[in-house]
């Protein structure tokens, strides 16, 4: 069975300050994996996705990046962090067949002060 | 674009009593369509799904869905809710791509 496990949990941090979340999944081969942004009480904004390990597509530009250096590893980061990045990130991924569902982190919750 | 378009955000629903939950989608050929559930503080979890074929689909605790080309709606439907249900349902499609569309999302709330 697949896993996916998200780290760290929450997150407290100043602005201005970096930041570098990691998802991991495993019992899967090259899934396809995508990062979200949600707000409290939003939808969820994607921000990310990447097909195979080394690319990288962005969705929006929010002053965040992403990479992914393994095949089961995906990392978003930001050298300075601002206040509306605060909100919950979700790490998801999918198979390579377009039509396969997505299957989600249990995320990480960041609070930026 | 395509959109997901959830026109209700927030429903309250007695425990015991039958639910709804709208979702709307504008893709003009047939989109793979899925409901997610999260609980207080959780990820997004799976539902169900609808690919090309029976329109309604039948899911997890007692969830079913049914496609309508005409309408361009998956509603989400339970013939009786638990207090357990109360969580945020969100719609969303798949329509080609690496994007999937997700809608606005709809509060359930039970009532005692």
């Known amino acids: 069975a697949q896993t996916i496990h998200q780290w760290p949990v929450a997150e407290i941090k100043a602005v201005g300050s970096p930041l570098s979340l990691g998802c991991t999944i495993k019992?899967?081969?090259?899934?396809?994996l995508y990062w979200y942004w949600q707000a409290t009480g939003g939808t969820l904004q994607q921000l990310f996705y990447s097909i195979t390990v080394g690319q990288v597509e962005s969705v929006v530009q929010l002053n965040l990046s992403a990479s992914r250096p393994k095949d089961d590893q995906f990392i978003l980061s930001t050298e300075k962090l601002l206040l509306s990045h605060s909100g919950f990130y979700l790490c998801?991924?999918?198979?390579?067949?377009?039509?396969?569902?997505?299957?989600f982190g249990p995320g990480t919750r960041l609070l930026v002060l | 674009a395509q959109s997901v378009t959830q026109p209700d955000a927030r429903v309250t629903v007695s425990e015991g009593a039958s639910l709804q939950l709208r979702c709307k989608y504008s893709y003009f050929g047939t989109p793979y369509l899925f409901w997610y559930v999260q609980y207080p503080r959780q990820g997004l979890q799976l539902l169900l799904k609808y690919y090309p074929g029976d329109p309604v689909v039948q899911g997890v605790n007692g969830f079913e869905a049914e496609f309508s080309k005409s309408n361009s709606s998956f509603h989400l439907r339970k013939a009786s809710v638990h207090w357990s249900d109360w969580a945020v349902y969100f719609c969303?499609?798949?329509?080609?791509?690496?994007?999937?569309?997700f809608g606005s999302g709809t509060r359930l709330l039970v009532s005692p």
């Open positions: 019992g899967k081969s090259s899934p396809n």
């Open positions: 969303a499609e798949w329509t080609g791509g690496y994007k999937v569309v």
């Open positions: 998801a991924w999918r198979g390579q067949f377009n039509q396969d569902t997505q299957y």
